[in-house]
């Protein structure tokens, strides 16, 4: 595989190749969505070609993961047929120093907290440009609703001192459709001092399925960086 050409994309590509070398064979491993773990699914169907890798399973979080895997020939299968799994691999959009985690800029949030929540062991992959002091400072929270209720789901956000914005699609006329065919409110708040009640708090407002707040799950995460022109790759 050649070098990607620009920093962040060789950070990106760096940590998801650090991830998928921690992947061993016989595993069952979670397979998130975003672009820096789509470098650790082609890294994942590399060493499965190679041999080095063997009889690994991949559970995709989002139609995404599940195209590339099939590109790449990971084997996958669906949670119905597996009782465990044993490492999920994901990226993020913000990590505090608590590795708690903002996700959902792919709309696959829910999936990803389904999947990540199940591992034994959670690795999350990101470049620096990622780490923040405090969730919400650089990016909303993803939350996704159910259609029919996206006005009132909408006020009650509001009143809790969110400001919410449907997410609208890019090569898509309309809001972006999730993999569940639900939309997706984009919430900024002024400070998120409490990610663990936030979280809960959203989740509890009625017609809302998932945010992207991750709390208290996370394991590991490998932070790509470049340092003179050389990509290096850190751990938290
Ligand atoms: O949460 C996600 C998708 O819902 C992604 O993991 C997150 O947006 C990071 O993506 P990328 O690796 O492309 O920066």
């Not at 409490?194 to 809302?208: A, C, H, Q, R, W």
């Amino acid at each position: 595989m050649t070098a990607a050409a620009d920093p962040v994309k060789l950070m990106k590509q760096e940590v998801g190749k650090a991830a998928a070398a921690l992947v061993k064979s016989g595993s069952i491993v979670g397979l998130g969505t975003g672009s820096t773990t789509a470098y650790t699914i082609q890294f994942l169907g590399d060493h499965l070609k190679s041999g080095e890798l063997q009889d690994i399973i991949g559970i995709p979080t989002s139609f995404q993961s599940e195209v590339l895997a099939k590109q790449y020939g990971v084997p996958l299968a669906t949670l119905d047929a597996i009782d465990h799994i044993d490492i999920a691999i994901d990226g993020a959009d913000e990590v505090d120093p608590q590795k708690n985690l903002i996700k959902g800029g792919g709309a696959a949030h829910t999936r990803e907290k389904v999947v990540d929540y199940l591992a034994e062991q959670f690795i999350v992959v990101v470049d620096s440009g990622k780490l923040v002091e405090r969730l919400g400072s650089t990016f909303a929270v993803p939350v996704e609703v159910i259609p029919m209720a996206i006005t009132p789901v909408t006020n009650a956000i509001k009143k809790l001192g969110g400001k919410p914005e449907l997410r609208m699609g890019i090569k898509k006329a309309g809001p972006v459709i999730t993999d569940q065919g639900n939309f997706v409110l984009d919430v900024r708040f002024d400070s998120i001092e409490d990610p663990v009640s936030l979280e809960k708090t959203l989740n509890n407002i009625p017609g809302v399925l998932e945010n992207g707040i991750f709390v208290n799950c996370v394991d590991l995460v490998l932070i790509g960086e470049v340092k003179d022109g050389q990509p290096l790759v850190r751990q938290l």
